[in-house]
């Protein structure tokens, strides 16, 4: 590995580092001086904002609901091409492909309600500023242990390098 190499891998810690110094700093003012009850009253004005849209959605006739074409949509972009589609296109290439869709169906409709009916208990006995909070201590959790744990595919790849220059 020559000397540009480690030129730009500086470059690019001194950004992240800078990007998280940055956010954390926020983070923490943010969460500090947040009322502990902040957020409950926009938490129901959109409750009655959606009740209100529901309601008036409701009464048209519609053959789809808004609400699943919308959480359909946003499913299936987020879903497209990430890890988990690609292992299950590699298991159904080795595999039966109706158990590996009925499985890969029914795996995902359960993450998708404990997500669901978990950020709902969240958001109805948690404050804004407790999962602020939370969110900045689990990012630099995150980014510590990024730091400070050894990252064995770096190993590997240094090794390669060095068998590819000897």
């Not at 983070?27 to 409750?47: K, P």
């Not at 009655?48 to 946003?74: R, T």
Request: negative net charge; contains cysteine.
């Amino acid at each position: 590995l020559d000397f540009d190499y480690y030129v730009y891998v500086y470059n690019d810690a001194c950004i992240v580092d800078n990007l998280c110094h940055s956010l954390l700093t926020t983070l923490r003012q943010e969460g500090y001086y947040m009322a502990d009850d902040e957020g409950a009253e926009e938490l129901e004005e959109v409750t009655q904002e959606l009740k209100a849209k529901e309601d008036k959605l409701s009464s048209k006739d519609g053959f789809i609901s808004p609400v699943l074409a919308q959480a359909f949509l946003l499913t299936f972009l987020a879903e497209w091409g990430d890890r988990s589609q690609i292992a299950t296109i590699i298991l159904g290439a080795q595999e039966d492909p109706l158990g590996v869709t009925l499985g890969a169906t029914l795996g995902h409709s359960i993450c998708t309600f404990i997500a669901v009916m978990g950020g709902r208990f969240l958001a109805q006995r948690i404050s804004i500023r407790t999962v602020t909070m939370i969110g900045g201590v689990v990012f630099l959790l995150f980014a510590l242990s990024s730091l400070l744990l050894e990252d064995s595919s770096s190993d590997e790849l240094n090794a390669a390098a060095a068998a590819a220059q000897g």
